[in-house]
């Protein structure tokens, strides 16, 4: 790989002796991996399990895999995994993913909240927050809301809010130019300077939503010292109540440049792609401010058409709040401020569209409802599973009644379709099909 000769220079300073071997690794194949995803009912023993994680393996998934189109797996790089494992939020807490697409980060995040608490998902660009919503749905979880906003916009909502912020911050790419060689054209001598500038301008309005007593993770997929330690250090001089948290040094990570507490990844010591994280926690103790309760917001028709259905079709009530936008309806986490002046890209768990005299299923819905909360299922096999997905009616064997039906693949919803005759009328999204 043809490396900028400044970038050469810089890491020959930084690394001496290392630096041979840190080059010489840009030479070799990027490191693909997955991670499963626990809120999936039925699981799969994958092999090749990357260590000290929890769900993290290496491998590469087909996005056209049933694992992958059910959720039960989401593509990751071992580096990147370590920043959701360093932030492990608990469950119920609140969390912020402030800079999120393609989601990685925000998945992984869901997977330790386990469907209790908030999560707000955001990223600034409208095309990038497309892909997030696609990923998050995917995923099937409750709890979580996708905005596509200017962390500015945020602040000005979540004063002081959330429990854990995540930002993994726009950066100059250098961890990604043995995935992403493209990365390398848009590299110059000042580029990481100008990064940090506008890190620490996202940092600003981060502090501002973070709750007294809370903590914040810190990263970027480069190596350079002005993203990385120099950004800390102004940070933790910006706001003393401030104070490190160590990063575990796992799996060949190691310290950051005169900073013990945070963690770096070369790849030429982790088996992985570049990254550096930080964890700060404020010190102060924390204070519990009281939240308007969120009420309901449907029409007396709308609210029987949506208990009719689930009467009859789910095993279980979902938690949280109900919102109409036009004639979709949607299931929020309690606790949430007035989001009105916010661009939302999901406004929490798709349910359905409300139609005349019914309420017709969401893909999203039963793709987040388990095996068992749904009255009525249909498992495909992975032939009609390839029917299905490239947009085609499943024919069947056996009888079954006239309506709504979740269809599973290896025990995982896919979403909701309608039995009419000796068919399954096919419900799989356009956009997603192939």
Known sequence: MLLPDKFVEKYQTILGSKAKAFLKSFDQEP?????????????????????????????????????????????????????????????????????????????????YLDNSGILVSNDISKKRSKILVENVERFGARNVVVTNESPKNLARVFEHYFDLIVLDAPCSGEGMFRKDPA????????????????????????????????????STCTWAPEENEAVIRWLLSQYDYLELVNVPKLNGMVQGIDMPQVARMYPHLFKGEGQFIAKLSDRRAPQTRAIKPNKNQLKKEQEQLWQEFAHKHLNVKLDGFYQTFGDNLYLLPHGLPDMSQLKIARNGLHLGTFKKNRFEPSFALGIALRKGEVVQSIEIDIEQFKVYTSGNIIPLTTNYENGWYQILINGNGLGFAKVVGNTIKNYFPKGLRF
């Open 31 to 111: 490191i693909w991996a997955f991670r499963t995803n626990p809120l999936k009912k039925e699981q799969f023993p994958f092999e090749n399990a990357i260590a000290n994680t929890v769900w993290g393996h290496y491998g590469k998934i087909s996005g056209k895999s049933a694992e992958h189109v059910s959720g039960l797996v989401y593509s990751q790089e071992p580096a990147a995994q370590m920043v959701g494992q360093v932030a492990a939020p608990k469950r119920g807490m609140k969390v912020l993913d402030l800079a999120a697409a393609p989601g990685g980060k925000t998945t992984h995040l869901l997977s």
């Open 183 to 218: 990365a390398i054209q848009y590299w110059h001598e000042d580029y990481p300077m100008e990064c940090a500038s506008l890190q620490k301008e996202i940092l600003v309005e981060a502090m501002k939503m973070l709750a007294i007593g809370g903590s914040i993770v810190y």
